[in-house]
């Protein structure tokens, strides 16, 4: 019946257009060729997240579940490997059994077209069909179970550092309450010691509307929702830059919230605590851009510690050189993007919510000359 598209159904009988055009075996195989195909290309790009590329030179990197360096992302890619197997095998049997009988009793040269015999009511079958899937549903119902109770409730130990993280259309705010430190878009964590035990804990919260917090070579996905607090736990075995991003749509950024997290050897990690929980450098030879800084509307958005700004709505530039890219990852913290960005995010990071400042190019010259100063 798939195989005859002329026909056409009358008063329940099936009748052929007779000596009409038949499609018959070469279009059923096309189609089940580009169904196979289809299911390998999502079965890929499931497994492979999404691409980091900066508008603006930047390296690089895709985040890829199979490449996990964090006990939850372990779970995940074990888990993965688990359904993608089994999902293989039905896959085969399947696309098999249609291949074979589609090759098998296709309608040759000379062949009459009465139907087939019809099976009706046969509980054997009805059965294996019935009871076959269900259990592998159970399968892997409880085998993800057993992943969810094994990663989620974990309580934090004493050597744990935690750190809040909150989504903004479209950034993240970094919080380290412990440390007093508050920075944006790039979370720094030590590396987990196997003896003392040092992951970190994220408490995530929102500023807005709901964001999804995703490193896929740390963790899974979890929901970054307003009024609602969720918590997310990582042991990075391996130093290095992860790369992450907002994973729940929340306005027309939300492809530009990117997310970086660098994993630090211990005494790394302490130097960088130590530079961060410093006050903004105070260079006397950019008073002239820092007097324009605090008597604009710069400071109504924005934190520099030790000085009289102390906005929140937007990220805290206390320590704004020592991050690598601007505008949650849109593009890399060099001059030349610093100032663009100053004097129409727009250009960057179309919609974001920073206004252009419409200042001069002797002013801007002087803002940009004292941002780069705050290292
Ligand atoms: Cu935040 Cu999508």
Redesign the pocket.
């Known amino acids: 019946m798939v195989s005859d598209t002329t026909g056409c159904i009358d008063d329940g009988r099936w009748i052929s257009a007779g000596g009409a055009h038949r499609p018959g075996f070469g279009i059923v195989a096309q189609v089940l060729s580009l169904a196979m195909l289809v299911s390998l290309i999502a079965l890929v790009s499931t497994a492979v997240g999404a691409t980091h590329s900066l508008s603006r030179e930047a390296p690089v990197q895709t985040p890829n579940i199979f490449a996990p360096t964090s006990t939850p992302a372990f779970a995940i890619r074990d888990l993965s490997w688990f359904v993608l197997g089994i999902c293989a095998v039905i896959f085969f049997v399947v696309g098999g059994l249609l291949a074979y009988s589609v090759m098998r009793f296709r309608r040759r040269p000379g062949e009459d077209s009465g139907e087939p015999p019809q099976v009706y009511g046969s509980n054997q079958i009805e059965l294996a069909w019935t009871v076959v899937p269900v259990l592998i549903v159970v399968i892997l119902f409880l085998a993800t179970a057993r992943y969810i109770f094994g990663i989620e409730g974990l309580q934090p130990t004493p050597n744990a550092l935690q750190v809040t993280v909150i989504?903004h259309q479209?950034w993240w705010e970094i919080r380290y309450p412990d440390l007093g430190i508050v920075t944006a878009n790039e979370l720094h964590v030590p590396v987990n010691d196997k003896e003392e035990g040092t992951p970190t804990f994220l408490t995530l919260q929102s500023a807005d509307v709901i964001?999804?917090f995703w490193v896929p070579q740390l963790a899974g996905k979890m929901d970054v929702v307003p009024n609602k607090t969720n918590q997310v736990w990582i042991d990075p075995r391996t130093p290095g830059l992860y790369v992450g991003q907002?994973a729940?749509?929340?306005g027309v950024q939300?492809a530009g919230?990117l997310l970086r997290v660098i994993v630090h050897p211990k005494d790394e990690f302490a130097a960088w605590v130590g530079a961060q929980k410093g006050l903004a450098i105070d260079d006397l030879a950019v008073r002239g851009g820092r007097e324009l800084f605090q008597s604009t509307a710069c400071i109504n958005c924005h934190t520099v510690r030790g000085t009289p700004a102390n906005g929140i709505f937007g990220p805290d530039l206390t320590h704004l050189m020592s991050r690598s890219t601007l505008g949650a990852g849109v593009a890399s913290n060099t001059p030349e993007n610093l100032r663009d960005w100053i004097n129409n995010p727009d250009a960057l990071k179309p919609g974001a919510l920073m206004p252009a400042m419409q200042l001069s190019r002797a002013d801007l010259d002087q803002l940009v000359a004292y941002l780069l100063t705050l290292r």
Request: hydrophobic share 30%; charged share 10%.
């Open positions: 989504g479209w964001h999804s907002c729940e749509f929340c939300h919230m």
